[in-house]
C-alpha cells in the first residue's frame, strides 16, 4: 500500500469521526495544528501542546454527537430535532438537559472495563483509517492529518481516565457516514446530529448488527481473551445508549439543586406527561396516620 493510500485513509477515517470539521470550526487546524505553541509543549513531547489544545475540541465534538442522540429520542423546537425532520413545538431532550444528563453518566459513573476502554479507543484512532468509503471535501494537506491522528492516538492511548462520552461520540459518528458518506459536511460538528431520523435508526441497526464489519475491525485490536468480545458490547451500548437518552430526558436531572435537594422548576417529563401539574407534594392525606387508627400491630 503506497503512503499517498495510507494517508488517505487517515484523512478519511478523521473526517469519519468529525474530528476535521470540529478541529477546522475551532480554528485550530489552521493556528495551532502546523506549528503548535512552543510553550504548551512539553519537552521532549512536541504532541503535547496539540493534545492539549485537541481535548476541549473533542469535548466540543462529543456534546454536538450525544445533542443528535438525544433529540433522536425526544424531539423538541430545536435546530437538531430540524435538522432530522422531527422538529416539535413541546419542549424535548434540550431543554431537559439530556445531553449534559449523558456525558456526566458516561464519563463519570459508567463502569467500563479499563481493559474493553482503551483497546476499543485504540481501534478507533488507528484501526479503521482504510474503510474504503468514499467521502467528499477531504481537501487538508496529508501532514496537517498524520499530526492530528497522532495527536488523536496520543490522547486515546494515554489518557489517565479516559471520558467514555468520546469513543461513544467517534462511534456514532463513525456510523453515521456508514449510513450516509454525505454526513462528513454540512450543518453542526458531528456526522450523526446531520443525520435524519430515519438514517439514526439505520446507524444503530448497524452498531447493534453481529455481522457489521465494525465489529470485525474493533476485535481484531482487542488482547485476549477479550477477541470476539466487542459484538455483545456493542449491542448493549446501541441499547443502552438509547434507554440512558429517554431516561435522561424524563428525569428531574435539569431543575434539581442537589445542594438543596429541592427542584427549581417543572421537569420537562412532567410538562409532558401531567404529572404533578401543581408541583412536589410533602404526601398524600390518605396515608397519614396509621390505616383505620390502629397504633400497633401483633403477631
Known sequence: MSNSTVTLGRRAFLARLGLLGAVGAGGLLTRDVLA???????PGDPLSGLVGLLRPVLA????DTLNGLSVFTLPGPDPYSAAQGTPSDTPGALEARTTDFLIDALDNFVPFPDELARPVATALATGLADSGVSLPGLDLLPTEVATLDKALSALLRNDAALPLSLPIAALLNLLATQVNPAAVNGPFLSPFARLTYAEKARAFA???GADSDLVALLDVHLPEPLKASVSGLLKFV?????EF?????????????P???QLTGQPVGWQL???QPDGPVEGWDEFIGYYQGRTEVHD
Not at 36 to 42: E, K, T
Not at 238 to 242: K, Y
Not at 245 to 257: I, K, R
Request: charged share 15%.
Open 206 to 208: 448497524l452498531l447493534e
Open 273 to 275: 406527561t401531567g404529572y
Open 60 to 63: 466540543e465534538l462529543a456534546r
Open 259 to 261: 445542594e438543596t435537594g
Open 238 to 242: 446501541g441499547g443502552a445508549l438509547i
Open 36 to 42: 503548535p505553541p512552543a510553550a504548551a509543549a512539553a
Open 245 to 257: 437518552a429517554t431516561f435522561g430526558s424524563y428525569t428531574e436531572y435539569a431543575v434539581y439543586d
